[in-house]
């Protein structure tokens, strides 16, 4: 099992930028792949990026696409989400997430990953 805990979410300007950590400890050793998700209030949990153990592939929401960047520094277990041009849309509780995988698999769902994150409180305000 990975424990994950997120950083870096607070209220920003529309525009503005942030960039959220998630930190992982437990388990690390194996091959595990990383995802962030969001969820607004009223609104299903939604998956927003995901990126392979190798770092290598990676996955986005259409439209987070060319303004969210999904990171991951195997060596300090942490994996980052750079959020640029914010909107308030973007609005939501951010989860980090992760699942033990073979090298190449991302999930784009959230049934697919086992270990969660408590969420980190991302506000955009217009």
């Known amino acids: 099992q990975v424990q994950l805990e997120e950083s870096g979410g607070r209220l920003v300007q529309a525009g503005g930028s942030l960039r959220l950590s998630c930190a992982a400890s437990?388990?690390?050793?194996?091959?595990?792949?990383m995802g962030w998700f969001r969820q607004a209030p009223g609104k299903d949990r939604e998956f927003v990026a995901g990126?392979?153990?190798?770092?290598?592939?990676?996955y986005y929401k259409e439209s987070v696409k060319g303004r969210f960047t999904i990171s991951r520094d195997k060596a300090s277990n942490t994996n980052y989400l750079q959020m640029n041009s914010l909107k308030p849309e973007d609005t939501a509780v951010y989860y980090c997430?992760?699942?033990?995988?073979?090298?190449?698999?991302?999930?784009?769902?959230?049934?697919?990953?086992?270990?969660w994150g408590q969420g980190t409180q991302v506000t955009v305000s217009s």
């Open positions: 997430a992760a699942h033990y995988a073979t090298f190449k698999w991302v999930g784009q769902g959230a049934h697919e990953y086992r270990d």
């Open positions: 437990g388990r690390t050793t194996y091959p595990y792949a």
């Open positions: 990126i392979n153990w190798g770092g290598n592939i990676t």
